[in-house]
C-alpha cells in the first residue's frame, strides 16, 4: 500500500458534508485498505467559519473555497454545496488544477452535466455523482455500467423522500397537503422553503440525470416535464383509494416505442396499492428500471439525509482514488445515442378524471361524445348522484378513467369537458400509471 | 473510437451463452459506443458442437476450449460454463494468456475465489462476476463500488429462484414440498436434479461470495450453514400463516456485533407478511443490505434466466474492456479485514417451535423449565387441545416463539424437549427472521 496520502478538499460543511468528513476519520483505516493508500482531508471550504464543528481540526476550515480547489495539490474535491454557482466556477477550476471531483450537485449536473463532463474529460479526470440521485440508493453506478450492455427502456420512480413523506401522511391519516406539509417541516423532513421538494425541481433534476444516463443522450432539467404536490387534494387521494390506488410523486424517464425518441416527467399519478412503490412509506426512495435483458430491476433505500448521502459520495471517492492511483478514469459522460426528447404531449399515458356534472339523463352520453371526438377510449366510468344532490341543484360526480392516449390528446378532452354546460366542475385530474 | 476490436471468447453456449452472443451480434454498435471500441466475438467452446446454434457463425465454434483461452489474443475470456473443472483451469489459463475474465460461476467463486483473483492480479487482469449471484441484479458492483466507502453489517435476501418458486407455490396453493417441485420442474424453474437449487448448495455459494464482498473478508461455501427446503411442509407455511408469516428460503450473511467474527447461514426462515421480501413472488431474487451510514437498501429483479445473467455479464464485458482500453483494471479483491466465520451455534437467533404434547396440566411448567435451563427466553406460548385429541390420547399442540438466542442454546433445547415424556413429538422447528 501507498503511504503517501491522497488529499482531498471538502467543499460545504452542512449535513452531508459533515457526515464525509466525520467517516473519513473514523474509518480513515478501511478506506485506505479500500483505496491502497491512505486518504487525508486537507480542506474544508464554509461560509460560516465561526460554526462549532465537532471532529474536524478547526485549522483545516476556509471561507475560500477557490483558493482551495487551486491549491494544485488536490487529488479529489467533494463538492457538497449545491446550487448553480459558485459550485460550477468551483469544480471545473477543480478539475484545470489536477483534481477529480465527487458530486452530489443534482441541480447543476442536471443544468449544466455535458458541460461538466466535457471539462473533466479534457483534463483526463473523473466526475462522479452518485449521492445526485436517491441518496444512499446506487442507481448512477448501477445504469452506467452494470447495465452498460443492456438497453434500458424505461425508469419510474420515487426519487423525493419530502414529498413522497407528504402523501404518505395525506393518505394514511387523511390530511390535508397544507397540514401534511406542516408536519413534514415540523419532523425535518421539508425545509423552511419546500418550493424546490414540492414544486418538483428537484425530482425533475434527477430526472434529467436519470434518462440522461439510461439513453445514452443529454437531457437537461427544462426538458423535464414538472408537476408537483401543491394542487394534490384529500379528494385526490380518497378518488385514488376508491379505485384501489394511492398518488405517488413520480419520475418516469421513457424511450419511445418506435426508440427514436425520450422523454422525461414528474408529477403525481395514482398507482395501485399492489405495485411495489405504492408500499414506499415515509421519505423512503425507490427506483423501477425496465431493461431489455435483464427485466424488471427495483432499487430502494433512504433517498437523503446526511449519512446515507455520505455513504454514496464515500464509494465515489474510493472509486475516484483508485481510478487516480492506476493512473485511470472512470466511465465519462455517454451521450451518444443523441436521442431528441419529446414534449409532454406525445407521452401516452392515462387519465383519471373527476368531474362534477349535472344530476340528469344524457350527460354522460355528452361527456363520452366529447371523449370520442379527441380520439380517447374510455376504459371505466363510475357515475353517482352526490348525497347532497338536492342541497347542489342536482349534482352528480362521474368519474372516468381512460385507456393509454398522448397526453395532448387527454389534455385536450379536459378542455373540451370544461366547456360543456352540463359539466360543473372538474374535481381532479390525475395520470395512472405502474399497471 | 478505435477501430479494431476487442477479441472475445465465450466458453459455454447453454441458456446464458446463448443469450450473451445474440446480444453481442443484435446490439454490437451500442457496445462499441459505450466500450469505445468494436467488440468481436471469436471463439465459442462448446460440449456438443452439433447443436444448432440460431445466430451463431458455425465456424466459431469448437470443443477445444483450452486451445481457444490458449490463442494469446484474446481480450476477454466469458466463462459460463458453470461447475468447479474444466472451467477452472480455464479461466486459469486466460489469465495466463493475456485474457481478463468475466464469470457467471458462483460454485467456483465459492469454493475458490481467492485463487482466481490472485491469479488475475498476478497478470494483471481483471475478473469480475456479477452474474453470479442474482442473475440480472446489480449486486455484486454495489457491494464492490457503490459502498465501498461504508460499512456493511448484514445482508439478507432470496438468491435462489428455484427454491422460491416452490415456496411461493406452497404458501398461496397449499401445495406440499412433492408437488410444488413437480410444477417447478414442469414450468422449467428447476432442473431435472434439483439438488443444488433445493438443498441451499447454490444460495451458500452467493452466501459465500455476498459475505467476502460485503465484510471485506474471504468465505468459502465450506463455511456457509446450510439447510435446504426438503423438509419444509405444508404444516410449517401454515403455521408461518397463523403468526402472520411466510417461509423463504434466506441467505444472511453478518457481522457479529463485536465486529470480530462474520457467519454466513441459508435455511429456510419464517418473515413477517410485513416484510418486503414476503411478498417476492415466484422466481424473483431480492436482496437487503444493511450498512452502517446508507441504512437499508433493497436490490429486487430477476434472480436466473438466459437473459437477465446475459445482461450481467454484458455489463461487466463492457467494464473488462473499458479498462483494457485504459489500461487499467477493476478492483480485485479486497479481504484485508481477515474475519474469521464463526459456526452456526453462535449465530443469535429466533426459533418457532411447534410440538405434539400431552394434553394435561403441568406440560407447559415442564416445557418452560427447559427453555430456562438452556438459558433461552420465550417470547409467546400458544396452546391448543387438538380437535382429535380424543383420538389420539389426549394431545395439544404448543406453539413457542423464542426470544433471540444462539442458535446452539436453541438447539440444544430442541434436543432437550424430545427427551420429555410428555413430548409425544417435534412437529416443526423454524428460524424467525426479518424483525
Known amino acids: 500500500m501507498r503511504t503517501r496520502p491522497l488529499k482531498v478538499a471538502l467543499l460545504g460543511c452542512g449535513v452531508v458534508g459533515s457526515e464525509v468528513a466525520r467517516i473519513m476519520t473514523t474509518h480513515a483505516d478501511d478506506l485506505a485498505a479500500r483505496i491502497g493508500a491512505p486518504v487525508e482531508l486537507v480542506g474544508v471550504a464554509v461560509r460560516r467559519p465561526s460554526k462549532v464543528r465537532a471532529g474536524i481540526d478547526p485549522a483545516l476550515i476556509t471561507t475560500d473555497a477557490t483558493a482551495l480547489v487551486k491549491r494544485g495539490d488536490i487529488d479529489v474535491v467533494i463538492e457538497v454545496i449545491g446550487g448553480i454557482e459558485p459550485a460550477r466556477t468551483l469544480i471545473t477550476t477543480a478539475f484545470e488544477h489536477g483534481a477529480s471531483v465527487v458530486s452530489a450537485n443534482k441541480a447543476l449536473l442536471a443544468e449544466d452535466g455535458a458541460a461538466l463532463h466535457a471539462a473533466a474529460e479534457s483534463q483526463g479526470r473523473d466526475l462522479y455523482y452518485e449521492a445526485a440521485v436517491a441518496g444512499a440508493i446506487p442507481l448512477v453506478r448501477p445504469l452506467r455500467e452494470s447495465l452498460a450492455g443492456d438497453k434500458v427502456n424505461r425508469v419510474l420512480g420515487i426519487v423525493n423522500g419530502t414529498t413522497n413523506f407528504i402523501l404518505d401522511r395525506m393518505d394514511t391519516s387523511g390530511a390535508g397537503y397544507s397540514e401534511a406539509l406542516d408536519e413534514a417541516t415540523a419532523l425535518?423532513?421539508?425545509?423552511?422553503?419546500?418550493?424546490?421538494?414540492?414544486?418538483?425541481?428537484?425530482?425533475?433534476?434527477?430526472?434529467?440525470?436519470?434518462?440522461?444516463?439510461?439513453?445514452?443522450?443529454?437531457?437537461?432539467?427544462?426538458?423535464?416535464?414538472?408537476?408537483?404536490?401543491?394542487?394534490?387534494?384529500?379528494a385526490d387521494i380518497a378518488s385514488a383509494r376508491?379505485?384501489?390506488?394511492?398518488?405517488?410523486?413520480?419520475?418516469?424517464?421513457?424511450?419511445?416505442?418506435?426508440?427514436?425518441?425520450?422523454?422525461?416527467?414528474?408529477?403525481?399519478?395514482?398507482?395501485?396499492?399492489?405495485?411495489?412503490?405504492?408500499?414506499?412509506?415515509?421519505?423512503?426512495?425507490a427506483v423501477f428500471v425496465e431493461a431489455e435483458a435483464a427485466g424488471q430491476l427495483m432499487f430502494y433505500g433512504p433517498g437523503a439525509g446526511g449519512a446515507p448521502t455520505a455513504s454514496a459520495v464515500l464509494g465515489d471517492l474510493v472509486a475516484v482514488c483508485r481510478n487516480k492511483l492506476g493512473e485511470a478514469t472512470g466511465p465519462g459522460?455517454?451521450?451518444?445515442?443523441?436521442?431528441?426528447?419529446?414534449?409532454?404531449?406525445?407521452?401516452?399515458?392515462?387519465?383519471?378524471?373527476?368531474?362534477?356534472?349535472?344530476?340528469?339523463?344524457?350527460?354522460?352520453?355528452?361527456?363520452?361524445?366529447?371523449?370520442?371526438?379527441?380520439?380517447?377510449?374510455?376504459?371505466?366510468?363510475?357515475?353517482?348522484?352526490?348525497?347532497?344532490?338536492?342541497?347542489?341543484?342536482?349534482?352528480?360526480?362521474?368519474?372516468?378513467?381512460?385507456?393509454?392516449?398522448?397526453?395532448?390528446a387527454l389534455s385536450a378532452t379536459v378542455e373540451a369537458l370544461r366547456k360543456l354546460d352540463t359539466v360543473r366542475g372538474v374535481a381532479s385530474i390525475m395520470r395512472v400509471e405502474g399497471e
Request: hydrophobic share 40%; charged share 20%; glycine share 8%.
Open 242 to 285: 376508491r379505485m384501489g390506488c394511492t398518488v405517488k410523486l413520480l419520475a418516469i424517464c421513457e424511450r419511445a416505442a418506435d426508440g427514436r425518441s425520450v422523454t422525461a416527467r414528474v408529477h403525481p399519478a395514482m398507482i395501485p396499492l399492489s405495485h411495489p412503490l405504492a408500499s414506499v412509506r415515509e421519505a423512503y426512495n
Open 188 to 234: 425535518g423532513y421539508a425545509e423552511a422553503d419546500p418550493t424546490a421538494d414540492v414544486e418538483g425541481f428537484d425530482a425533475a433534476a434527477k430526472a434529467a440525470i436519470l434518462a440522461g444516463i439510461a439513453f445514452h443522450t443529454r437531457v437537461k432539467i427544462g426538458e423535464v416535464h414538472r408537476e408537483g404536490i401543491t394542487e394534490v387534494t384529500a
Open 333 to 408: 459522460e455517454s451521450a451518444y445515442t443523441r436521442l431528441p426528447v419529446s414534449p409532454m404531449g406525445e407521452v401516452v399515458t392515462r387519465y383519471h378524471i373527476s368531474l362534477d356534472v349535472a344530476d340528469k339523463p344524457g350527460v354522460l352520453a355528452q361527456v363520452a361524445t366529447v371523449f370520442a371526438e379527441q380520439g380517447v377510449s374510455i376504459d371505466t366510468v363510475r357515475q353517482q348522484s352526490r348525497p347532497d344532490s338536492q342541497e347542489t341543484g342536482g349534482e352528480a360526480s362521474l368519474v372516468v378513467v381512460t385507456h393509454r392516449a398522448p397526453d395532448a
